[in-house]
Structure formats: structure tokens, C-alpha cells
């Protein structure tokens, strides 16, 4: 029913950037927020950012200052700049959607993820 296709991430030196994204597609009817989460090896994940569809934003307070999340709700997409990258960012990132399905009912939300995509931060 709804596809989230990530892209964007790589390998960098600490202190580069990085942009993801994440477009949703499917039977959608509104989204009303998109994130992104992260999981390194042996651990939890962990949210990073989140942006609701009126353009309120979160962040995990290791990213502030540093990441940039932004939304264009036209496209379905979100984004998420990443600058002065550190070693600990390295981890799978993961895009979240939080949205109503076309032919349900409008105030029931559901939850879809991403596959997910590396990032690696060498020192």
C-alpha cells in the first residue's frame, strides 16, 4: 500500500555532510509526519529527527545544530541535511511516515518505514 525509498547515504570523512532522502508513495490520503531514525550496531534505535506536516521539527539533542530536517509535502518527501558528521553518527538511518490510508478511516494513523540506508563516518 505506501513505499518509502531512501537515498543518500554513504561514506564521508568526520566534519563532511550528507543528505537523505525519503519518498513515500502509495495509497496515501496524509501524511502528518515524517523522521528520521538511526540504529548503530548493538543498539536501540533511536529517533533523529522529526517534522510534523505544519513544519514543527524535532531533534535528538546529539544532532542539534548539526542536522536539518525539511519536508516537501507536495512530494510526499523528506529530507535530512546532515553537516559536520561525527564518527558516533555512523549508523542504518531509517525513514518513518505517520499517515492515514486512502479508503480507511481518516483518523486512524499508520506507521511505515524505510529500509534503510548506511551511514558510515570515518576519523
Known amino acids: 500500500q505506501v513505499q518509502l525509498v531512501e537515498s543518500g547515504g554513504g561514506l564521508v570523512q568526520a566534519g563532511g555532510s550528507l543528505r537523505l532522502s525519503c519518498a513515500a508513495s502509495?495509497?496515501?490520503?496524509?501524511?502528518?509526519?515524517m523522521g528520521w531514525y538511526r540504529q548503530a550496531p548493538g543498539k536501540q534505535r533511536e529517533l533523529v529527527a522529526q517534522i510534523t506536516s505544519g513544519g514543527n521539527t524535532n531533534y535528538a539533542d546529539s544532532v542539534k545544530g548539526r542536522f536539518t530536517i525539511s519536508r516537501d509535502n507536495a512530494n510526499n518527501t523528506v529530507y535530512l541535511q546532515m553537516n559536520s558528521l561525527k564518527p558516533e553518527d555512523t549508523a542504518v538511518y531509517y525513514c518513518n511516515a505517520i499517515l492515514s490510508l486512502v479508503g480507511r478511516i481518516p483518523q486512524y494513523q499508520y506507521s511505515y518505514w524505510g529500509q534503510g540506508t548506511q551511514v558510515t563516518v570515518s576519523s
Open positions: 502509495g495509497t496515501i490520503l496524509r501524511i502528518n509526519a
